[in-house]
């Protein structure tokens, strides 16, 4: 039976569950929602960034960009203007009967510029840069050489001057001795003034002429 009190009981445990659910929509299930929208549009402006950064770091390292890709309704936005034309075939004159042909196409002319495959640009790059490298090379072996007959010549001198510092005085009496030493000592002295101006045109001549690569590098 239905009765007052029973019909009371029923309206407050609805009100009691309406409540509860309207609670947990509020208060757990729509805060819930709105931070996982918001995470999820953190991450994809986070994704957006990090992939422009990665097309711009590879956008150097090719040969040719290509064209971006229009939408498809982009791509056929003009097919109106082109049906608007009308085909050239709907010329057919019923009262009379005769149809004209439409106009013959024009061939397309060949383009002058041959295009140059990505493949053949990649393989011309690398061939300039072997030859450059060799050039660095061969740049660098020649003033190798020229150090180590450098290096040769100031080792001859250092002997050389060595030897004079460490050789032992000579006495001699009387002035044909006394001449002939001091002939010997200019021809020394000479001697060593050539090999310092030999080694100090070996030096300029260094520092004047420094190679080929020296540019490249």
Known sequence: LITASRLLKT???FGGLSALLYGTSTYLVA??????SDSRHELAAAAQAHLDT????????VSEVPQPVLAQGERYEDRED???DGDPTEMFHRDIGVQTSPPPSRPS???QEEKISVAEAQAKKA???GAILSDVDSTIASEL?????LQDGIEDLKKYLDSLMYSPPTFSYGAGSAFGA???EDDEIGRVKREIRAVKGVLLTARSFPGVGAGVR
């Not at 805060?31 to 996982?36: D, E, F, N, Q, V």
């Open 31 to 36: 805060p819930m929602s709105a931070a996982l």
């Open 109 to 111: 002319s060949p383009s």
């Open 54 to 61: 990665l097309i711009g770091k590879l956008t150097p390292l």
């Open 127 to 129: 061939a300039n840069i």
């Open 182 to 184: 001091k002939r010997d």
């Open 145 to 149: 050489r020229e150090s180590s007959n």
């Open 82 to 84: 082109v049906d608007s």
């Open 11 to 13: 309206l407050y445990l």
